[in-house]
Nanobody, 126 residues
Framework: QVQLVASGGGSVQAGRSLRLSCAAS????????IGWFRQGPGNKRDFVAA????????YYVVSVQGRFTISRDNARNTVSLQMNSLKPEDTAVYYC???????????????????WGKGALVTVSS
């Protein structure tokens, strides 16, 4: 069993930055690939970014490449998503997700998430 707690959402103007954090706890947390999905208004929940359980590979959806950076600190069981140059279309509820030794790359489907955290709302105004 793994618990995920997301924090760091908020409201910013376009072009600014926010940092989301996902605190993980439970058994063998360091063996889980952890990432972020988001669900914008009227949209389905989609993959955003992930970092493998070893921390040696990162994956991003094309629309955030070059703007978002995902990182993990296994000593603190924390995964962070640094979001720069935010755009109004980044407005969404962001969900932290975990999959045991997941290796799905940027094609990580929702049905292969083992654990979800509660969402963190990010609002970007123009």
């Amino acid at each position: 069993q793994v618990q995920l707690v997301a924090s760091g959402g908020g409201s910013v103007q376009a072009g600014r930055s926010l940092r989301l954090s996902c605190a993980a706890s439970g058994r063998a947390v360091s063996s889980y690939t952890i990432g972020w999905f988001r669900q914008g208004p009227g949209n389905k929940r989609d993959f955003v970014a992930a970092i493998t359980w070893r921390g040696d590979s990162t994956y991003y959806v094309v629309s955030v490449q070059g703007r978002f950076t995902i990182s993990r600190d296994n000593a603190r069981n924390t995964v962070s998503l640094q979001m720069n140059s935010l755009k109004p279309e980044d407005t969404a509820v962001y969900y932290c997700a975990a999959a045991y030794k997941g290796g799905y790359g940027s094609s990580w489907p929702e049905n292969l998430v083992d654990y979800w955290g509660k969402g963190a709302l990010v609002t970007v105004s123009s």
